[in-house]
T-cell receptor, first 115, second 111 residues
Framework: DAGVIQSPRHEVTEMGQEVTLRCKPI?????LFWYRQTMMRGLELLIY????????DSGMPEDRFSAKMPNASFSTLKIQPSEPRDSAVYFC?????????????FGEGSRLTVL | DQQVKQNSPSLSVQEGRISILNCDYT??????FLWYKKYPAEGPTFLIS???IKDKNEDGRFTVFLNKSAKHLSLHIVPSQPGDSAVYFC??????????WGAGTKLIIKP
């Protein structure tokens, strides 16, 4: 199995530009999570999808952030407009809730730098 | 290449006893280590961390020990409670904010 696939691995952009991060979960997994990793706050959950439906988006920092999951094999996290404080590593993770093992598989992350 | 390994997929402990979860790593560039706890159908929640310059960090019932020479860290939970039943993830992070996670250990606390 290829695991959770994220792209791009690295993104450098200028303030004000739109950023789109992509995630392909593990086939058959029905839960998908977007996390942001910063030194100050550690790993923060941004949004959680279950069966393609957003369940908990309370971690999304503000309206500049949006996430979609149009189908079971693809999700995007979009930042528009981007700001320097958005610089972080963004992780996508997926899991299989049935059987409910609780295992979470993370992608390798997308490192975003906003100048 | 698994830079962080949690070799025990599951662990069963009697309520009130000590739970010890282990984690091994290969990357000597890690600056800090994290333990996350995850309940089914929920995202991981931060539990405790330790800087690579320390060998112990304690927070209530949770203590993390770091042995840099052995590239090994462990999480001790004492006393174990039923609510501690969850999957525990160990992660190592470097100065570039990259975080590498282990596969997780499922802890079951028996009443």
């Amino acid at each position: 199995d290829a695991g959770v696939i994220q792209s791009p691995r690295h993104e450098v952009t200028e303030m004000g530009q739109e950023v789109t991060l992509r995630c392909k979960p593990i086939s058959g997994h029905n839960s998908l999570f977007w996390y942001r990793q910063t030194m100050m706050r550690g790993l923060e959950l941004l949004i959680y999808f279950n069966n393609n439906v957003p369940i908990d988006d309370s971690g999304m920092p503000e309206d500049r952030f949006s996430a979609k999951m149009p189908n079971a094999s693809f999700s995007t996290l979009k930042i528009q407009p981007s700001e320097p404080r958005d610089s972080a590593v963004y992780f996508c993770a997926s899991s299989l809730d049935s059987p409910n093992t609780g295992e979470l598989f993370f992608g390798e992350g997308s490192r975003l730098t906003v100048l | 290449d698994q830079q962080v390994k949690q070799n025990s997929p599951s662990l069963s402990v009697q309520e009130g006893r000590i739970s010890i979860l282990n984690c091994d790593y290969t990357n000597s560039m890690f600056d800090y280590f994290l333990w996350y706890k995850k309940y089914p159908a929920e995202g991981p929640t931060f539990l405790i961390s330790i800087s690579s310059i320390k060998d112990k960090n304690e927070d209530g019932r949770f203590t993390v020990f770091l042995n840099k020479s052995a590239k090994h860290l462990s999480l001790h939970i004492v006393p174990s409670q039923p609510g501690d039943s969850a999957v525990y993830f160990c992660g190592g992070g470097d100065s570039n904010y990259q975080l590498i996670w282990g596969a997780g250990t499922k802890l079951i606390i028996k009443p």
